[in-house]
């Protein structure tokens, strides 16, 4: 049974590029989150998707969107990066309101 | 808004010493998890408590979950360098609407020394 996983590993862009990351939930597993997360700080929660609709939000701007496929699987999208969005990016997957399961994550740095 | 203050932030051991780490909220959680991050890598679920007071073990590691279900606490016995490692507690507090919030604390980075 395939955990959660995530694409790329690690990507490297430039300022005010735009990028994607990729997230297929755990199976059996309808909802998606995503995080974002400094060098040796906890996670920060930037929307969570469930029924292909963003059900919840945390502080951060409109750059950040996200959708949800049929299939459960989820894309996170940043457009117009800046420096400060270089973090490892962390997807984790649930079952509605169970316990939430993390993939490795996707390194993104923004130069 | 929920918040998690994690303490300590940092800890460096000698193999074999003992630890314990707090994870303290003034809010009231429906459940807490625990989990372990290595580098670069996702965080590893350790364990959930949902019942103030509950105590939970696994091997080396006792989780506590405090009576009102506002704080808690990680004790490890006998570290091992295997235990290296970012510790991190989570709180979920359930929604009208039938979801979770979830917040993470702080971070207690763990260096075990052999």
């Known amino acids: 049974d395939a955990g959660v996983t995530q694409s790329p590993t690690h990507l490297i862009k430039t300022r005010g590029q735009q990028v994607t990351l990729r997230c297929s939930p755990k199976?059996?597993?309808?909802?998606v989150s995503w995080y974002q997360q400094a060098l040796g700080q906890g996670p920060q929660f930037i929307f969570q998707?469930?029924?292909?609709?963003?059900?919840q939000r945390g502080n951060f701007p409109d750059r950040f969107s996200g959708h949800q496929f049929p299939n459960y699987s989820s894309e996170l999208n940043v457009n117009a990066l800046l420096l400060g969005d270089s973090a490892l990016y962390l997807c984790?997957?649930?079952?509605?309101?169970?316990?939430?399961?993390f993939g490795p994550g996707t390194r993104l740095t923004v130069l | 808004t929920q918040l998690l203050e994690q303490s300590p932030q940092f800890l460096s051991i000698q193999e074999g010493e003992n630890l314990t780490v707090y994870c303290n909220s003034s809010?009231?959680?429906?459940?807490l998890q625990w989990y372990r991050q290595e580098p670069g890598e996702g965080p590893v679920l350790l364990v959930t408590?949902?019942?103030?007071?509950e105590v939970k073990k696994l091997k080396r590691l006792t989780f506590q979950f405090g009576d009102a279900r506002k704080d808690s606490s990680l004790h490890i016995t006998a570290a091992q360098p295997g235990d290296t490692g970012l510790y991190l507690c989570?709180?979920?507090?359930?929604?009208?609407?039938?979801?979770?919030?979830?917040?993470f604390g702080t971070g207690t980075k763990l260096q075990v020394i052999p």
């Open positions: 984790a997957s649930s079952l509605t309101t169970d316990t939430q399961y």
């Open positions: 199976s059996g597993h309808d909802t």
């Open positions: 998707y469930y029924e292909e609709e963003e059900r």
């Open positions: 809010s009231v959680f429906s459940s």
């Open positions: 408590v949902v019942t103030g007071g």
């Open positions: 989570a709180g979920a507090v359930f929604r009208a609407g039938g979801y979770q919030k979830v917040t």
